[in-house]
């Protein structure tokens, strides 16, 4: 079968959608027709999941593997609320190709009736963090688990490398790789400067002689609007939380079909929901909060609501920085100092989340000093000035952790690994 018969199905389905697949996308799905491994590199918004999504489902069609047995894809996600969204994609997208493939999510907020139902059955799809991955590493019978294994995706591979997640991943991966004899290796990254490094940290140093490095060639418009306050002569010249600009953001949220706050920590994001809630009570009942310590049925539930359009305004932390698909989101308020260009622009890519779309972020300085990083925040990205994600080497002590888990389920011979 040609490359190009066997990316037609796509194509219709995407057709039957009103979608136009992008360049990067046809480039992504050909390079894994021919055996290539790599990353994909693309701006936040513009169809990144299902550059690599599509196709090992076109693979299936073209072997008929429609209802296959096991694990056929793995999908690492850096946070727990993504998972969701990818679930969904694949959904749609297995449905709309006709097969029979079973997709499941396993982390940290997953039930224990659930892992078991995944023990006895496994999906074809498994959507997991790098944390739960090293626990199913410490089952016993884990090879049985990976035998079939086809892909193996980090997403957000630039928000994972500049931390120790991105060694579990690589340690997990060079088990896996003497488990699944026709595994490939993808990355899907969005905004970081050293991508070169990116492929070698995933890849290995010694790369597969297939390796290819797709980016898009797209350009993603950003509005960064820095909102000041009246008096800037008596602003605070360090510290503070932002309080004193927050009436500003209620014409904002107001005008807005909804809308993000993000702020640093979890402490700011509490005082910004209650100040919010006594400046505007009206807000009560349409904003909500999203952090990492709020129980996991409020934050689905805040997800949810989010996606379907039933909240005005969210308060949150990193926990929404990356890739969910919050189509209703109109505008983002970043309140402080991001901490990074790439940052920056991931929060910012939460609104207009679709190809073509203008990304709008309101930056809240909290102090004065954070007046003149509004503006070279604003300078980086019309520049492309991002910066690079240092990898971690010598983790002893995550590679001590993994030793550990290999131990505990089905050991492990010292000159092998």
């Not at 207009?352 to 203008?358: F, K, N, T």
Request: hydrophobic letters at 40%.
């Amino acid at each position: 079968m040609s490359k190009e018969k066997r990316i037609a199905p796509a194509k219709k389905w995407f057709k039957s959608k009103g979608w136009k697949p992008q360049q990067f996308q046809l480039e992504a799905w050909q390079a894994y027709a021919y055996g290539f491994q790599g990353i994909v590199n693309a701006p936040t918004g513009s169809g990144k999941t299902y550059s690599m999504a599509i196709p090992p489902l076109l693979e299936a069609i073209a072997n008929q593997e429609i209802s296959p047995q096991g694990i056929q894809i793995i999908w690492i996600t850096p946070i727990r609320a993504l998972a969701k969204e990818i679930a969904y994609s694949f959904s749609q997208a297995i449905e709309g190709l006709n097969l029979k493939w079973s997709v499941g999510v396993r982390h940290g907020d997953t039930t224990s009736a659930e892992r078991q139902k995944q023990k006895r059955k496994p999906p074809n799809v498994l959507i997991t963090t790098p944390e739960s991955l090293h626990v199913l590493l410490a089952s016993k019978g884990y090879p049985k688990l990976f035998k079939e294994l086809k892909l193996f995706v980090a997403d957000e591979w630039h928000e994972l490398m500049g931390s120790k997640r991105a060694v579990q991943v690589e340690l997990a991966l060079s088990k896996i790789r003497t488990i699944a004899n026709e595994l490939r290796v993808w990355g899907i990254s969005a905004t970081i400067g050293n991508l070169e490094t990116a492929v070698e940290v995933l890849l290995g140093p010694q790369l597969p002689t297939k390796t290819k490095l797709i980016k898009a060639n797209i350009k993603k418009e950003y509005e960064v609007v820095s909102v000041l306050p009246d008096e800037i002569e008596k602003y605070p010249w360090a510290g503070h939380i932002g309080v004193k600009l927050l009436p500003k953001a209620l014409p904002i949220i107001e005008e807005s079909q909804s809308t993000l706050i993000f702020t640093n920590t979890r402490s700011q994001s509490e005082i910004w929901y209650q100040r919010l809630l006594e400046v505007a009570p009206e807000l009560a009942g349409i904003m909500a909060m999203h952090h990492g310590s709020i129980d996991r049925e409020l934050r689905h539930w805040v997800e949810d609501a989010l996606h379907d359009d039933r909240l005005k305004a969210v308060v949150c932390t990193s926990s929404l920085d990356l890739g969910v698909d919050f189509r209703p989101v109109e505008s983002i308020i970043q309140v402080g100092s991001p901490k990074g260009v790439a940052r920056f622009m991931q929060r910012a890519g939460r609104s207009g989340h679709q190809p073509g779309a203008v990304s709008r972020i309101y930056f809240f300085p909290t102090n004065a000093l954070e007046l003149i990083e509004g503006a070279a925040l604003r300078e980086a990205i019309n520049n492309q000035i991002i910066e690079d994600r240092l990898p971690f080497i010598r983790s002893f002590d995550v590679l001590i952790q993994y030793l550990v888990t290999l131990a505990i389920s089905e050991g492990f011979n010292q000159r092998e690994i």
